[in-house]
Structure formats: structure tokens, C-alpha cells
């Protein structure tokens, strides 16, 4: 689930708390950096910096040889890791996103492969797929099924002990994501918590969140578009 929230809303969203996603003025600067100007390369920074930030490291890709489909790609989060993630720091309860392969090698985590330019674009086509299961969009469904035919979504135990991973062991990491985050999205779908997959009420934020409440009443991605709903509704009631 943290992954499809870190990929639509570093990939697949405009605005981001009241500012237009992703300005060139700012090409990674604080959570949500967005799409950077709408380059390869800008796309592949911004994840990049989002799954540093998310304070989630790649596990080891598969070694070639006969053991190579007991080893499919997982993520995990560093020991010591706080609350982290695009949220942190505004109290919003922002969940964490993480990624395999987020830090490039003799990067600060000092392992896994850096994201490729073309790796990048297909996330942003995955990010595509999985945004409408947030905003209760007409093709949500149809999208998020598409998405998991597409990256062959399959369950299959690995590991000893087993443990469950959702896409084929031989998938490259953009299948392996994509199977993982669309399952994610349709697993809540199908016990019926859709309603907890929701998109930031406040005017110039499109930000997604899981909706982790009792009551499932959350309806901002942060404390900082609460804040600006309430001056907002503050000033409307002063005109009237």
C-alpha cells in the first residue's frame, strides 16, 4: 500500500498542498517533488529522493542460477526508521512508501541499483493505473484489473520460512512493484475499505493516503491542508 501511495503522488498528481507539483524551481525540494519539469531524468530523481526520504532500502535483486526464482524483489524499511515517509513532519499521518532499488549504488543505504530513465517511465505509467483507485474515479476498477493482468499479479511463496509475495519470481522490478501496489489497492477494494484509499479534500492538493482512522474520517493528507481548509472556511464565514 505505501508504495502505490509514494508512486501516484510522486508520479501521478498536479498540485501537492495549495503549489503546483514538481516545479522546475524546485526539483527536490521537500515531499512530493512530483514529475521535476516533466523530464526522464526529473522522474527518476524525484522517486529516487522519495524512497531515500521514505527511509526504505532495496533488498538484494535475484542472483542468476537455479535458486534465482526463490528470491523475488521485497522492500523493507532501515532499522531506527521513524515516522519518515512524504508525510513526515506535518502530523498528517502521511503513510510511508517504500521501493526496491531507490539508492543508487555507493549511495547513503549502500545498496541495490539506482532506478534507470526508463524504469522511471513505465512507474509513471503504473502511477496512472493505480491513481483512479484513490479518487473513486468510474474506471478505478477496471484500471486496477488491467494493471494486474499487465504485470501478471500472481501469489507464490518464497523463502524459508515462506514467505508471500504477489508477482511471478522471474518479474523485473517494474512488474514486481506494479503486481505488488495494484494488489495492495485491490485486496482493500475487495473486502470492501475502499472508501479508506482517498484523495486530499483541500482546494490545489490531488495528494492520495491510505485512511488508517477508526471511522474512516480522514479527509487531508496532512496537517497542512487541514489548516489551510479551516482559514479558508474562516475567511468564508468573515465575508458572509
Not at 501511495?5 to 512530483?34: D, I, M, S, W
Not at 477496471?142 to 515462506?162: I, T, W
Request: charged residues 20%; contains cysteine.
Amino acid at each position: 500500500m505505501d508504495l502505490a501511495v509514494l508512486l501516484v503522488n510522486e508520479l501521478a498528481v498536479t498540485q501537492a498542498r495549495g503549489r503546483p507539483a514538481g516545479r522546475p524551481a524546485e526539483p527536490a525540494a521537500g515531499p512530493f517533488a512530483g514529475p521535476v519539469a516533466g523530464t526522464r531524468a526529473g522522474r527518476r530523481a524525484a522517486l529516487e529522493a522519495a524512497f531515500a526520504r521514505s527511509a526504505w532500502t532495496p533488498s538484494p535483486p535475484p542472483r542468476p542460477g537455479p535458486d534465482a526464482a526463490a528470491q523475488p524483489y521485497t522492500i523493507s524499511q532501515r532499522d531506527g526508521a521513524g515516522a519518515g515517509g512524504p508525510g513526515a513532519g506535518d502530523g498528517g499521518g502521511q503513510a510511508r512508501a517504500g521501493a526496491a532499488g531507490s539508492v543508487p549504488d555507493g549511495g547513503a543505504a549502500g545498496t541495490g541499483l539506482a532506478l534507470t530513465d526508463e524504469e522511471a517511465d513505465r512507474l509513471t505509467g503504473v502511477a496512472a493505473e493505480l491513481r483512479p483507485a484513490f479518487t473513486g474515479a468510474s474506471e478505478a476498477v477496471a484500471m486496477l484489473n488491467q494493471c494486474l493482468v499487465r504485470h501478471a499479479a500472481v501469489p507464490n511463496l518464497y523463502g524459508d520460512p515462506p514467505m508471500l509475495a504477489f508477482h511471478r519470481p522471474e518479474a523485473d522490478r517494474v512488474d514486481a512493484w506494479a503486481a505488488d501496489a495494484a494488489t495492495a489497492l485491490a485486496m482493500v477494494i475487495g473486502v470492501g475499505q475502499g472508501i479508506r484509499l482517498r484523495s486530499c479534500d483541500a482546494s490545489g492538493c490531488d495528494l492520495v493516503f491510505f485512511d488508517v482512522t477508526r471511522n474512516a474520517s480522514r479527509r487531508f493528507c496532512g496537517v497542512s491542508c487541514q489548516n489551510r481548509a479551516k482559514a479558508s472556511a474562516y475567511r468564508a464565514r468573515r465575508r458572509a
